[in-house]
């Protein structure tokens, strides 16, 4: 059996993330940075936490598997890379 303490761990690790004129996040640049630690993103209805992961979604998904919004249930076409 091979000891795993010595793995190497893969994958993405977010140091920050930058909107600007993304949904709801406009006239300045906004900044999230977990510095690859775990977050826990809150806010109200509507403060824009599915457009944060929208736009996580836009840089990690492909276009043709990419789903935006889905917390609200409308479907692929309410949200796009342009608006």
Not at 14 to 27: D, P
Not at 64 to 76: C, L
Request: glycine share 8%.
């Amino acid at each position: 059996m091979k000891d795993n303490t010595d793995a190497v761990q893969r994958g993405y690790a977010l140091h920050r993330l930058e909107l600007y004129n993304w949904g709801t996040f406009h006239e300045r640049i906004w900044s999230l940075a977990p510095m690859r630690e775990t977050a826990l993103l809150t806010g109200a209805n509507g403060s824009g936490k599915s457009t944060v992961v929208d736009a996580l979604l836009t840089l990690l998904v492909r276009t043709r598997d990419r789903t935006y919004n889905q917390a609200s249930g409308k479907g692929r076409d309410e949200r796009n890379e342009k608006r």
